[in-house]
């Protein structure tokens, strides 16, 4: 009775035999097209591989030209950079000291220019935050409180993202909060806005009391005009 019932269970070794050469005619008569798509995907590895090594070697040659130019304080030293390396981290941080290099002689316009760019190459959070306050702190000085306040803004609307069990993103840390939300402030002030400087600067002594701007946005609250 299990003897029957094994035998059952197994198939006839004519079925296996059959499949098996069916498979190997395929393959011989195949051959060309599985070796050629073998072929193919090897070379796309290699490709992918040497392209991104091709990435690498060229972000360290523009990190290299970066360092070499950040000893000149000239604008002008940089411009062969953006040209060569337009994309790269080398490019990214050379239009940060360009906008730094004219916001040292108050060309408000150009240094704004400069950190634009630069937001255009952030990738990394850091960058990006560094880049919109920039230009916030820029606008304020060019008198453009509107748009300082539009840039400071963006840091301070980073949220979290939750959607249903999980959690996207993070908040910036308090010094950037803080550093902004304290622009915001300077920039209601500007514009007269009292009650609204007043309030942002309370806000700023209230959430991040270990920060450097706290007892220094208690006291302009004290100051600002009611």
């Not at 029957?4 to 195949?30: C, I, M």
């Not at 609307?157 to 959690?167: A, C, E, G, S, V």
Request: hydrophobic share 40%; aromatic share 14%.
């Amino acid at each position: 009775m299990s003897d029957e019932f094994s035998r059952k269970l197994l198939k006839r070794p004519d079925v296996v035999l059959a499949s098996l050469r069916k498979g190997y005619q395929w393959g011989q008569e195949n051959i060309k097209v599985v070796l050629s798509v073998c072929l193919l995907f090897l070379g796309l590895i290699a490709a992918g591989i040497a392209i991104d090594q091709w990435k690498k070697s060229r972000e360290e040659v523009s990190l290299s030209a970066f360092y070499t130019a950040e000893s000149k304080p000239d604008t002008k030293v940089f411009e062969e950079m953006f040209r060569k390396y337009p994309k790269s981290k080398g490019a990214l941080l050379a239009y940060f000291k360009v906008g730094e290099l004219n916001a040292a002689e108050k060309k408000w316009k150009e240094a704004i220019h400069a950190y634009e760019s630069a937001l255009r190459l952030s990738k990394d959070r850091f960058y990006k935050l560094l880049a919109y306050y920039n230009l916030g702190y820029m606008h304020e000085m060019a008198g453009e409180c509107e748009k300082a306040i539009s840039y400071f803004g963006e840091i301070t609307d980073i949220k979290k993202t939750r959607i249903l069990l999980w959690t996207f993103g993070s908040r910036p840390n308090a010094f950037w909060l803080s550093s902004a939300y304290f622009g915001i402030g300077r920039c209601y002030e500007k514009l007269s806005r009292f009650s609204e400087a007043k309030e942002t600067y309370l806000r700023v002594a209230d959430e991040f009391p270990e920060t450097s701007y706290a007892d220094k946005a208690r006291a302009y609250a004290r100051l600002v005009r009611h």
